[in-house]
């Protein structure tokens, strides 16, 4: 980590403290904000961009030690000499002084005005009123500022700047420049949440990580693991906001604290009414209403560490186990109170019964909350609870990748007399672990077969096919898949959970083999009317919602896609997303940033879903390192593609063959990135070859299409087109197009191609086929200027790929246009309009229009836009799509 950190975000604020510095209607700024926001931190950088002669610089200070001394903040500027002269006239004297130090315009920078004794105060609304100096001064918020300072900004002499808390994205972007690395999404959320954006408490809180080993690295991306520690230093800070608290005020902090979001009435009930007003009007608190229900929580996240702290570890269970009593007497007939109690119990170290922890186990399940499942779910095995529920313990175990131990405690609970019910749903889940998790796909096939056989109840028995074909289409076999689902249905009324897992099946079947229609519908219909199967089947909506999300990737639906990816990224919070969520929701957003061309950022959402690859399914557990070694091959990484690469090989397993087509292609292009072009087309053949075999379709579209893009148009054309007539969605067919313009070196087929790619958003592609159609105009003489006008498109779209280092887009070279309009032309290449690129440059729409009327002159009347070139007049307001 860096020694200090860098200055990261408030670029708006800096720049608007510079202006004002510069303007001559205001004589400074004066910048307002919470303790520890970052109010010294962004003056400092704001006179370190300041020219070395632009002013001289008087720095002051505001502290309690000096308020009481006249001119004490100056104190260290000031003479000695004339101190009878100051008793007639001390300002004039004082200004003088200050003055008679300047070789340049003099600025005066006040670090805590608020603290300022009077007559500092008043020397610095002197200087400033008679035009004498120019300020910069920082005041804390809600402190008591004197009047000379609070009539700066109220006479307009100078500008006040409130400077707000961080937001989330500038939080992140803090921590991640200061620890040089990326920091995992739910560790910046709650480092976010929990800091509130202060950036002193932020700072405190990541070197006490660092040290206690709380934040550590794991495969390129920062974790938080653990409690939230508190430094001496950060802890003294909390307290002093926190001030005195007497016994019954410290009370009430800690049950909120504990017990957050409580509802006022059991907070009163546990304290008194009188101490929770008192604690609400000195903001140790606050409050909300949640319908009729009035929820208290601590008034800072942070307030709640250090009250936890102060009480120390026998207090905190005995607040803990009172907490359980006051809401087990109210009957816990809120959602979510069961959990909360289970929690408590288990945080006390009290005795809890088995049933409250398996209803427990399950409801956090449904939240997706999985560490906290997993921990009841042990803690009710510990208990001695039956084989029915070590059955609906063991998906939880399963899901964070416990595989050896769910195959134990199944294989103990088979032992035991079971009802049929029973008995199907222990086979189930330990087919289901031995295929996913231990490897051993043949032995599941057997134990399922034998038990569907041997079971004459027909729920069970349904249930238990509808595992077999779920089980199926995740190892690729769909012609098998399928006609389970038909032995299901063919068997008399579907029942809620084999309905549940056959059309889960179904609709992943349907969208790895090419049928995005209707895996979308089914899946929207089945998110729309679950009928009751997610209180105990809630992995199943993810694998709903995936199946829709990732069928409209692979139809090239991007702003489909991207409606559908941001609703499973919905179905779960950051704080309770599971492993297994988690690394789906990652790769398909990687899926979807590199069909947008976004490389840079598909690596990032890639190195995210290969840091949860640990804790899931075996079977999913190198599907984020397959996603990153691709697209770290794509962006010219061969090292980091090739270590993410060997990791995805040592977990593969049968099971989960589903999960690795972007594994075979990460071959293809770690040999590209290497510089071996011809032989990575090879690769990407030999894959489409094995993806045809298994019939997944939208993988063998994309192994054939890179093949395409590595140099060899020519076999991968017809199968290719073939493929279109297999398989749904635009994207097949835009592949085809391309295989077959670029195999016949027609230059003005690619061209309209690039265009369709990208109309569709599919901005790499796009990129790319410019640039095979500048390089076929080109073998004309007669084609220069639309060989120009295809270099100028490739460069201008590849311009809008951040971090793609593809072999077609290597040597493409900046096009023969100003400064200014190869701006312009860049802008309007990303899809902003003539008027949101006017309001961006601060231009007027008839300039911009200009501009790319001037680009489309200099290119001699080929228009980068299709045959419409924007109006010369301003009129459009939209440019025409770049083609």
């Not at 942070?302 to 809401?327: D, F, I, M, S």
């Not at 096939?445 to 069970?460: F, G, I, K």
């Not at 997303?577 to 061309?597: D, F, I, K, M, N």
């Not at 770690?670 to 030999?686: N, P």
């Amino acid at each position: 980590m860096r020694t200090s950190w860098p200055f990261t975000g408030r670029t708006s604020a800096l720049d608007e403290v510079g202006s004002l510095l510069s303007e001559r209607t205001v004589q400074g700024v004066v910048v307002a904000g919470d303790a520890g926001v970052g109010k010294t931190r962004l003056v400092k950088e704001a006179l370190d961009r300041l020219e070395p002669a632009a002013f001289t610089v008087v720095r002051a200070c505001g502290t309690v030690a000096d308020a009481g001394i006249p001119f004490g903040a100056f104190g260290h500027v000031l003479p000695v000499e004339g101190v009878a002269t100051a008793i007639v006239n001390p300002l004039r004297w004082a200004s003088e002084a200050l003055r008679s130090l300047a070789a340049a315009p003099l600025l005066v920078t006040v670090d805590d005005a608020h603290l300022l004794d009077p007559t500092s105060a008043a020397l610095v609304h002197h200087l400033v009123l008679h035009r004498e100096a120019r300020v910069v001064a920082t005041v804390r918020t809600g402190a008591a500022v004197p009047d000379p300072v609070t009539a700066l900004w109220k006479d307009d002499l100078a500008r006040r700047l409130d400077l707000v808390p961080l937001t989330m994205a500038e939080s992140q972007a803090v921590v991640e420049a200061a620890l040089d690395g990326q920091l995992g999404a739910a560790t910046a959320r709650r480092l976010y949440h929990s800091t509130q954006g202060n950036l002193l408490f932020l700072h405190e809180l990541v070197l006490t990580g660092l040290g206690e080993r709380r934040l550590a690295e794991a495969r390129g991306v920062w974790h938080w693991h653990g409690d939230l520690p508190l430094s001496p230093r950060l802890r003294e800070l909390i307290e002093a906001r926190l001030g005195t608290l007497d016994e019954a005020e410290r009370e009430v902090l800690e049950y909120a604290a504990l017990g957050e979001p409580l509802g006022a009435a059991t907070l009163a009930a546990l304290t008194s009414e009188d101490a929770v007003e008192r604690a609400e009007a000195r903001h140790l608190i606050a409050s909300s209403g949640v319908g009729r229900r009035l929820e208290i929580r601590t008034a800072h996240p942070l307030y709640g560490e250090v009250a936890r702290a102060h009480a120390g570890p026998e207090r905190v269970r005995e607040r803990l186990a009172a907490l359980a009593a006051a809401l087990q007497g109210t009957g816990m007939r809120r959602h979510g109170d069961v959990l909360r109690v289970a929690a408590w119990h288990l945080d006390a170290g009290a005795p809890a019964g088995g049933d409250l922890l398996l209803a427990a186990c399950g409801q956090a399940w449904t939240l997706h909350d999985m560490d906290l499942a997993e921990r009841c779910g042990r803690a009710a095995l510990a208990a001695g609870v039956d084989a029915a529920a070590t059955v609906r313990i063991a998906p939880v175990l399963l899901l964070a990748g416990r595989h050896d131990e769910v195959e134990e405690h199944l294989a103990r609970a088979a032992a035991e007399p079971l009802d049929e019910p029973t008995r199907a749903g222990l086979v189930s889940m330990r087919a289901f672990n031995l295929a996913m998790g231990l490897g051993d796909e043949e032995r599941a096939e057997r134990m399922l077969d034998e038990a569907a056989d041997q079971t004459a109840e027909p729920a069970s028995r349904q249930s238990l096919l509808g595992y077999q074909a779920l089980g199926r289409v995740y190892a690729a076999r769909f012609d098998e898949a399928e006609a389970t689902v038909a032995r299901v249905r063919a068997a008399g009324p579907v029942r809620p959970e084999a309905a549940a897992l056959t059309g889960a099946a179904d609709a992943l079947r349907l969208m790895l083999t090419g049928r995005y229609d209707e895996a979308v519908a089914l899946a929207s219909n089945a998110l729309e009317d679950p009928s009751g199967w997610l209180e105990y089947m809630p992995s199943l909506v993810a694998a709903f919602s995936d199946a829709r999300a990732a069928a409209s990737v692979f139809a090239g639906d991007l702003a489909a896609a991207d409606g559908y990816i941001a609703y499973g990224e919905a179905l779960f919070t950051e704080d309770h997303l599971s492993p297994v969520a988690a690394t789906t929701s990652r790769t398909l957003r990687v899926e979807y940033c590199l069909l947008r061309g976004d490389v840079r950022r598909a690596v990032r959402w890639a190195h995210e879903a290969a840091s949860h690859g640990s804790r899931t399914i075996r079977a999913m557990s190198g599907h984020g390192h397959e996603e990153l070694a691709y697209a770290a091959a794509v962006a010219g990484d061969a090292a980091t593609a090739t270590t993410a690469a060997r990791v995805a090989e040592r977990r593969r397993i049968g099971g989960g063959r589903i999960f690795h087509f972007r594994a075979y292609l990460a071959r293809a292009w770690i040999r590209a990135a290497a510089g071996d072009v011809a032989g990575a087309a090879e690769t990407a053949l030999d894959a489409a070859a094995r993806f045809e075999e298994r019939s997944l379709r939208p993988y063998a579209m994309f192994a054939l299409h890179d093949a395409v893009r590595l140099g060899a148009p020519g076999p991968a054309r017809d199968r290719l087109a073939a493929l279109a007539d297999r398989t749904g969605g635009r994207l097949v067919r835009l592949c085809a197009r391309h295989a077959d313009a670029a195999a016949r070196r027609d230059a003005a087929a690619l061209d309209e191609v690039s265009g369709a790619f990208a109309d569709a958003g599919l901005t790499l592609f796009a990129a790319e086929t410019a640039a095979e159609a500048a390089r076929a105009h080109g073998r004309r003489a007669a084609r220069s200027r639309e060989a120009n006008a295809a270099a100028t498109r490739a460069w201008l779209l590849a311009g809008n790929c951040p971090g793609a280092r593809t072999p077609v887009l290597s040597g493409l070279a900046a096009p023969e246009l100003t400064a200014r309009q190869l701006e312009i032309a860049r802008l309007a290449a990303s899809g902003l309009g003539h008027r949101e690129i006017a309001d961006r440059l601060v231009l007027s729409v008839r300039t911009v229009a200009n501009h790319l009327q001037a680009v489309y002159d200099r290119l001699g009347g080929v228009s980068l836009w299709g045959d419409d070139p924007p109006h010369p007049s301003g009129r459009s307001e939209t440019p025409p799509p770049l083609r």
